[in-house]
Every structure is written in C-alpha cells, then in structure tokens.
C-alpha cells in the first residue's frame, strides 16, 4: 500500500518546499523504501517551457522530454532516480483534461463542477505514478502558499483523499521569522498559515518551520499548541551551508521515524554512513576552484540568476565535490565583453569557463569572445547546447575564415549559417507545430573511440537530455573537421552532431545536450567532471594558439 506525503507551504513563498520534500524523500530511501515525488504546480501553463528563467528559474527536462519545473530536479538529485513529466501537475493540464472530457460528452450530461469533476481530475493524476509500478513512498509537494486562491482545489484534493482512506501525512513547511530589533522568533505567522490550512480541512501531520538559527523549545511549544501539532511533531528547518545537509537536520530529530511511525511502519534498518560521509567530505574542503559561468539571465537581482542556472551550478559542486575541492562560482554577463572589449582579460582569474545554454540574441557576441579567449588561452572550457553552438560559431569565424558565420537563431542572412534548423526541423515549423519544433529529452549518442569525450564517458554509446531547436548543419562539418575541430559523438544515424571536442587544446569540450540534469551529488557529470581535473592542472599549461586566421 503506498503513502503520501503531501508537502505545503505556508507565510511566504521560497522556502525551499522542493528541498524538504527531495530530503523527506531522502531520509526514506535511506530506510529502505522506494520513494519517488510529484510536484503541483498551481499556474495555467501546461508546462514550464515558456516560463521565462528569469522569472521562474530553470526549466527541468526529463528524460521523456518534460519541461518541468526545477523542483524536479532536486527530487531527482537527492533521490537518484528519474522522474518522468507526468509527475509535475498543472492547473492548465488539469483543466484542460476535464474541459475536453466535457466536450466528448464523457460526463453524460451531468453539470461539470470543481468539485467532484476537478478533485477527481486532480486525485487520478496523483495517484498514477503508484498506479503505474510500486511505490512505498510518493511525495506530492503543492506549490504556492496556502491562502493563495490558485491551490484550493488542490489541496481539496488531497483533503479528500485522506477521507478516502489513502495513507496520508500532511507536512506544512512555514516561515519563523525573527524581527531584528525586538530580536524574538515570531510563530504567528506559522499560527495563521495553520488556521487557513485546517479552514480547508487539513491538519498538519507536521510543521516544518524555517528559521536563521534552530527553532527553541519555546517557540515549539507554542506552535504546537496553536497548530494543534505535537511539540515533537514540530520540526527545526534552520539554515545549513549545503542543501544536502537538510537531511541530516531532519533525521536528527528523527523525523523519518516520526513519519514511519505515524504510519505504522516498521522502521527499516538502514545505513546512513555513506551519505553522512560524503556531507562530511564536503564540508572540510578547503582548496578552491573557480569557475566562470558566462550567462546572460541576469536581469533580476542574484537570487533569480542563480536559479536561472541552479543544474549548471548543482552539476558544479558535484564535480568539485568529486575532485576534493570547493567550487566557487563567478557570474559573468557577457554583454560586458561587448561593451567594453578590454575586460575579456578578466578571465584569467578563472581556472574553468562555462557557457550554457541560452535563447535569443542579446549578450551572443560576448559569448562568442568568451569562447575565442578561452581556445586561444587556453583556459579550460564546457560548452552546453548554446554553449557549442557558439563555439562552432566562433571556430568558424576564427579558424576557417567563414566571416560573420552564426546560427541563423542569431542571424537569418549569415552567409555561413553553421548553425541551423535541419530539414526535418524546418518541416515541423512549417507545419506550424512551433511548441513541438523543439528537441526534448534523452536522445542516443554514439562516441567515436579515441576521442576525449569517449574517455570521458567511457563507453560507446550515451544518453543525455535535449532542449533546443538548432543543430550543426552538416554542410559544414566536413569543413570544420578538416580544421581541426573534432565532432566526437553524433545520433545514430550519423546526422545530428551532439559532442565536439578541440584535440589541440587541454580541455575544449561541447554538447547540443544538457549533461548537467543527469548530474547526482555522488555521481557527477562526466564532462563537468573533465572540467574540474582539468581546472586542477591548469597551471601547468602553456598557451598555445591554434593556427588562427583572425
Ligand atoms: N537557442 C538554441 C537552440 O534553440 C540553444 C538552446 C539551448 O541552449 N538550450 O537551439
């Protein structure tokens, strides 16, 4: 029989509900239950494709081709497994499924309502994944905040699915805030948010309160009495250096066996050890190593930007980690380099540089300077989706002389459009599918033996997930092959060009995919990985240029 753990939130939005829910989700696993997680997201978009990264974050692929919310991502980080894209719930996929339901006469001439029809629609998408292959464990977090109108049916949904008799525990993650100048931890906040959960006919199970410094015994206490919760039953979501960390926070004040116990579990043996060690590892790294990551969703204020690129970055710390070393990250936006040239040279104080993934036009010929100085210098480089494109770009510009050659996402009259919808692409978009013209999700890749990608990887074949509309175009291949750029892994078929590499230079290494959503805190990436060893053994190279026409 499985059993939910649905996760809301309460006070204020960003507390980190997917983080608590991928570390409940972790500590169980570690008891030895199969676990997996869904997230609900509230707002009308059937997926999180068009959202702007600036605005929501991220957007997270699956291996079938979902785009998703980031919140996925840290369940599949912390879990270790992949999660598919009906595990993410919207409200316009909801609605959407109930008004076509409605229009094929499914609901025989009945008045089509919230409740039961959006409940019921609600309910069978959350009880699929444990309809579909067993599960101990499914984790549901709901997003937004209780109170806001856009989740009401949700939670009704899960109200009723208690009364059901599903096995539930409801989490409620709050906000302790502590006011600076009467310097006291406020509970009110968490009292109100309760009262509104329990008006719909939840109680909370547990209340998850984040705060700056670990919740005392007196704030526990009061919460639990006006929250109608156990003192016990009230957990300390304090702030920790490492997100992975939260689950030793929670196991600390046991709360897997609170769950398990709520639940009539038995408590599984379990082992704890590897997971405490490698948390211990990491926090002892002294050594650093820097990375610039060469972006442009800078827009809105540093917090928004690193969720802009929270894979790149998680995938990152993993490869660090596994190399005994701290990452720093530096930002860099590279219209700087297109305003003023001369600050190319900043990039020297960078052992590593990224350039990830990205749409449009604005900051592409700082991108493309970024990448330029990175070959010439040597200076350790990982190109993702974009990220190659420029660099094919750039090397055939620079190298084999193609004048103003771009990727005709940039540029529509380039003479050289190296880069560039293949046929079968151009297809799709003229039969105006434009949602569906994009390549998404896990796609095959087949190494050439010999290659530093296929070291890298170490095996012939590959699979790692897509986001993109653009590819190489094979008319140039031959041409920028027999320059020296090497492409060391295509599709099957041999027509899509998915790894390149630079062989005369100490790391210089490109994919169309997004490695970074396959990356896991204790199994990175294997080309961030490259990108680490070879930051670590930067300062024994020597720059050397390729034969450059520029
Ligand atoms: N804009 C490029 C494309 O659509 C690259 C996309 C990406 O970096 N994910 O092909």
């Not at 525990?169 to 100048?181: G, K, Q």
């Not at 590892?281 to 827009?299: A, Q, R």
């Not at 991108?367 to 660099?391: S, V």
């Not at 529509?412 to 949602?435: C, H, M, N, W």
Request: with cysteine; aromatic share 8%.
């Amino acid at each position: 029989m499985v059993n939910y753990i649905i996760v809301t939130g309460g006070v204020i939005s960003g507390l980190g509900k997917g983080i608590t829910t991928a570390s409940i989700g972790k500590i169980l696993q570690i008891h030895g239950y199969k676990v997996t997680a869904m997230k609900i997201d509230p707002y009308i978009n059937c997926d999180a494709g068009t959202l702007r990264p600036t605005e929501h974050g991220e957007v997270w692929v699956t291996e079938d081709g979902g785009e998703i919310d980031q919140d996925l991502g840290h369940y599949e980080r912390f879990l270790d497994i992949d999660i598919l894209k009906y595990h993410n719930i919207t409200t316009g996929q909801v609605y959407g499924a109930v008004i076509e339901k409605e229009r094929k006469g499914k609901y025989l001439g009945k008045t089509v309502q919230p409740i039961p029809h959006v409940t019921d629609e609600i309910k069978r998408r959350i009880r699929r994944p444990a309809n579909e292959a067993k599960y101990d464990f499914v984790l549901v977090e709901i997003g937004g905040t209780v109170g806001d109108y856009e989740n009401v049916l949700f939670l009704e949904a899960v109200r009723q699915m208690k009364h059901e008799g599903d096995h539930m525990i409801y989490v409620h993650v709050t906000y302790v805030p502590v006011l600076e100048t009467v310097g006291e931890a406020k509970t009110k906040p968490t009292q109100h948010s309760v009262k509104l959960l329990r008006e719909i006919g939840i109680q909370a199970d547990f209340i998850v309160a984040r705060t700056e410094k670990p919740l005392d015994n007196v704030r526990k206490e009061k919460i639990s009495l006006f929250c109608n919760v156990h003192e016990e039953d009230v957990i300390s979501d304090s702030n920790v250096e490492n997100v992975y960390g939260v689950t030793l926070l929670f196991e600390e004040q046991e709360l897997c066996k609170k769950i398990l116990r709520k639940l009539h579990l038995r408590k599984d043996e379990h082992d704890l050890k590897a997971w405490k060690n490698f948390l211990t590892k990491i926090k002892k790294l002294d050594k650093k190593i820097k990375v610039g990551i060469v972006g442009k969703y800078f827009d809105i204020g540093d917090y928004k930007l690193s969720d802009s690129y929270i894979s790149v970055i998680e995938a990152v710390k993993h490869a660090a980690w596994n190399n005994n070393v701290s990452p720093e990250i530096e930002w860099i936006d590279s219209k700087l380099f297109e305003k003023q040239p001369e600050k190319i040279s900043n990039l020297d104080n960078v052992d590593g540089i990224i350039v990830p993934g990205g749409f449009g036009l604005s900051g592409i010929e700082g991108k493309i300077e970024t990448i330029k100085y990175a070959r010439e210098n040597n200076i350790p480089y990982l190109g993702l989706c974009l990220g190659m494109q420029l660099a094919v770009v750039e090397y055939a510009r620079n190298v084999c002389g193609l004048k103003n050659a771009n990727s005709t996402e940039i540029d529509k009259d380039t003479p050289y459009a190296v880069i560039d919808f293949i046929p079968e692409q151009v297809k799709i978009l003229r039969e105006s599918r434009y949602g569906a013209s994009m390549r998404l999700g896990s796609y095959p890749a087949i190494l050439t033996k010999g290659t530093l990608i296929h070291e890298l990887y170490g095996k012939n074949t590959v699979h790692e997930r897509h986001r993109h509309r653009y590819e190489v175009s094979p008319e140039y291949i031959e041409k920028l092959e027999k320059q020296g750029l090497l492409f060391s892994g295509r599709s099957p078929d041999g027509v899509l060009m998915e790894f390149m590499e630079l062989p005369d230079h100490p790391y210089f290494v490109a994919t169309q995919a997004h490695p970074e959503f396959k990356s896991r805190p204790m199994k990175p990436s294997p080309m961030f990985d490259g990108l680490i060893k070879a930051t670590k053994k930067k300062e024994k190279m020597s720059p050397r240029v390729i034969s450059s026409v520029a």
